[in-house]
């Protein structure tokens, strides 16, 4: 269920220490898969880095090429995590036209991605308590993007007025919430009812 | 900013260990207090018993009267997050008859409520790594309330007909996004413009 993660576009921000080589890459991908495993399952502070380097298949002394400390490692899974969703919401609306069709494809796909990426999610989540700051990015940056979406699509008539702040916050908060019930309440609804639901409301409102 | 917490109405759950004396309960209420500033401020992990004394003016032997560990006080501070956002919102919408005029007044509430406990707020997002039971606990009982209500105001007609569970959660997904607009990012948008901007949303949706 939970895949490895660590491809990045090359269209994306390069993060710090990206090592030069081919193998390079593949050891700090395998590294940073094993993290995300391990973390997710044991939480930040229970998770050590033997544990993650045992996961990884790889000596201890190998993770400090690549990272200096068990929270630089944290914080670029933080970050991959915003890198990955973007890009997979970004691929999954690409070339649709319609701010509402996007958002129901954009909601589809970041589903999928949670409910893939079940141990990512929760990371993001201890990152209030552990990183903070890339906690604040990593919705900050989500924030920003869906603001200007909004208000694109709010000039072109796509969507009616309204504020795009509170509205690109409350989408989000649909978004996240639905994606909890599948990884954290274990959910058994499949995701197309989800969406069904959630888009009928971002769509018409509940007013009869 | 941060109120102390600790007094529950008659009608709620009664807490394990509920002191039989007003005395008893202003100290054990005076933990509770302390315990919220504390972990509020520290994070779990950093905070001591020691530290949450300190703060409630106890000599630390008076905490292990009321709480047997730091997991329990933390525990009781989630159920008591619930018991007391539940209230605020009841007490917010108590004959408001009107199922989406009571949503309007239930967010609101709400929002005030977390802008006066921002340290509770991250208590119960943290039980999702301390005490998990507690956190499925806290979101589930508000889901519960949720889906009942909407079930009801839809038999009645006051809303559109759709799936009250996914309803539930979109909805408290706004809510919890909205109130860590205030309280992680310091939102200086004045409550009053949230709630009008999200019920917008709620009640008309955003099609053109």
Redesign the interface.
Known sequence: MNKPIGKTDASQKTPVNQPKTARGEATRNAILGAAERVIGAK???DASIGHITSEAGVAQGTFYIYFKTKEEVFSELVLEMGRLVRHTISEATQGIENR?EAEKAGLRAFLEFVKAHPDLY?IV??A??VD?DA??EY??AFADGYRTG?TEAEAA????I??P???A??????????G??LV??NSE?PIS??VA??Y?????????
């Open positions: 939480g930040y502070s509402l929760r989540q201890e209030l308590f903070p906690y604040r919705y900050g909004l008539g796509q969507i009616s309204g504020d702040d509170t509205r916050w409350a989408l989000m908060g649909i978004a996240r919430a639905l909890e019930q954290v309440f609804t009812e989800l639901s959630a009928d409301l971002i769509e018409n409102g509940i007013k009869p």
